[in-house]
């Protein structure tokens, strides 16, 4: 590393000042969702949860509502969503990250376990 040359790309502060020089993005809020008091893995959760999002996505203006959720839930919500298309039209369901990955995982094991995988 030349420590002698002057650094030429901008820090990450500096890099966002100069990107949005001529628009200043607005504030934003996080916050948490209200809680629903019930067992997460009932169709009736679910379908309350998809309302709600569909509900805040709306008030918010988005013209599409990400749903993010675990392996079990999910599985729960694609049915929903096929059995009421038309009223969660907007939604895009994803598994989370956690799930994909084990998903994945698994896929390469069952796939690689005759080709000495279990010997390593």
């Given amino acids: 590393v030349n ?11 500096a890099f966002n000042a100069l990107a949005t020089k001529d628009s200043i993005p607005m504030k934003t809020a996080v916050g948490y969702c ?16 998809l309302c709600r999002s569909v509900a805040m996505a709306h008030q918010a203006t988005l013209p599409f509502t990400l749903v993010v959720l ?13 059995q009421r298309a038309e009223e969660f039209r ?13 998903t994945l995982l698994s896929v390469i094991g069952k796939r690689f376990t005759d080709a000495g995988l279990l010997d390593l």
């Avoid at 209200?34 to 949860?49: C, F, G, K, Q, R």
């Avoid at 392996?71 to 096929?82: E, S, T």
């Fill in 70 to 82: 675990d392996q079990a839930i999910y599985c729960k919500a694609v049915d929903i969503l096929l």
């Fill in 34 to 49: 209200p809680l629903i008091n019930a067992s997460p893995t009932e169709n009736a959760t679910v379908y309350t949860l």
């Fill in 90 to 102: 907007s939604v895009v369901l994803r598994m989370g990250s956690f799930h994909i990955t084990m």
């Fill in 3 to 13: 420590v002698t040359r002057p650094q030429t790309v901008p820090s990450w502060t």
